[in-house]
């Protein structure tokens, strides 16, 4: 396993993280409660030090998985760096909206430790920008907690430029959280640049864009109710062939280098410049193991080179 430093905060953090999204359950159809506590199992038993969750995943049973896999291990509190978030409000119908009033965090932040069964949060992050309230109100209040030693480290979630300036001129940022995989390179133009010159920290998550870059899928996906992919711009139409056709040509090259996909997709989002962590998004142990397999490598010049030609030649392909 790598290890790297969370921007300035002094915290370490295995550069493969697991991110429990889909072991909450919600917007992935659901879950299972025992798979998810040996998944974690598995991947602190991988040297996975890392683990990524949100009060809004399952609407608090992700960070409830979290702390029961923990426990039941007694591993001992200091050896994983938990990442939580908040400013996600939701109701008794699942219908969640943004919220990062100062009242709402105070609040959250003794929510998640009492889910989470520990007095302190390895790196506390806000998960959607609330264009409700002034972001200087919401990054005093974290400035406090930080303070008050309730959280290690300050990170921010799907910020655009202008956002974490303005974040930065009112309290401590460790780290940045943006969408970033093969498929899905915005973060490339600003936010990333920044990134580098500032200092922060990276975690890039959908690094396996939601599953597509495992190359499991075909053209018609099965997808169970209430998982989201079935409506998802990534997973449908044009686009959907499009990715595929993509992810054939990954899986050729992966597999001369005896890789899987999803491997080479993972090792090509870490080996970007200012890419701190990729959040590994898994729910049975199988998944996550194999991402024993992009460590202690690093793609070429010639193989970053063949990746942009099979990117621009599927971009060519859409424009016929
Ligand atoms: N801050 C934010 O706004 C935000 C947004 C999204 C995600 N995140 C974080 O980033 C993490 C990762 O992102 P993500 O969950 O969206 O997507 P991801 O990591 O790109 O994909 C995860 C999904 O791919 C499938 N998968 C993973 N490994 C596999 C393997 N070895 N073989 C076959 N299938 C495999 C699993 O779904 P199936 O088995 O169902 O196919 C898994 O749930 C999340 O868990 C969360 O912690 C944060």
């Known amino acids: 396993m790598e290890f790297a430093k969370l921007g300035t905060s002094g915290v370490e953090v295995s550069r493969v993280a697991l991110g429990t999204w889909a072991i909450g359950g919600w917007l992935w159809g659901g879950t299972d409660v025992e798979q998810s506590v040996r998944t974690i199992h598995a991947a602190v038993d991988m040297g996975i030090t890392t683990i990524d969750t949100a009060p809004v995943y399952g609407f608090g049973l992700s960070e409830e998985i979290l702390a029961e896999a923990l426990g039941r291990r007694q591993v001992p509190r200091e050896k994983v760096v938990i990442a939580t978030k908040f400013g996600m409000e939701w109701d008794e119908q699942q219908n969640t909206w943004r919220n990062a009033r100062p009242e709402r965090i105070r609040r959250e932040i003794d929510d998640s430790l009492r889910r989470l069964r520990t007095d302190y949060i390895d790196l506390y992050q806000i998960h959607w920008p609330d264009p409700n309230t002034p972001i200087a109100e919401t990054a005093q209040v974290v400035k406090e907690l930080y303070e008050a ?6 990170g921010v979630c799907n910020y655009s430029v202008e956002q974490l300036d303005e974040w930065r001129r009112h309290a401590p940022l460790h ?4 969408r970033y995989n093969l498929l899905e390179r ?5 936010v990333l640049p920044y990134c580098r010159e500032h200092g922060l920290a990276v975690l890039a998550y959908s690094p396996l864009a939601r599953g597509l870059l495992t190359g499991k899928f075909t053209a018609n996906p099965n997808f169970k109710p209430g998982d989201s992919r079935q409506t998802d711009r990534r997973f449908t139409g044009e686009n959907y062939e499009r990715n595929l056709r993509i992810v054939e040509k990954l899986k050729v090259m992966a597999a001369e280098k005896g890789k899987t996909v ?3 997709a993972v090792r090509w989002v870490l080996d970007q410049p ?6 590994w998004g898994a729910r049975t142990p199988a998944q996550i193991q194999e991402a024993a397999g992009v460590s202690g490598w690093r793609l070429s010049q010639d193989d970053l080179a063949r990746i942009e030609t099979i990117l621009n030649e599927a971009d060519q392909e859409a424009a016929r």
């Open 175 to 178: 780290s940045v959280q943006p």
């Open 274 to 279: 200012g890419v701190t962590v990729a959040l």
């Open 186 to 190: 915005q973060i490339e133009k600003d």
């Open 262 to 264: 999803a491997q080479l």
């Open 149 to 154: 030693g309730k959280v290690r480290a300050i």
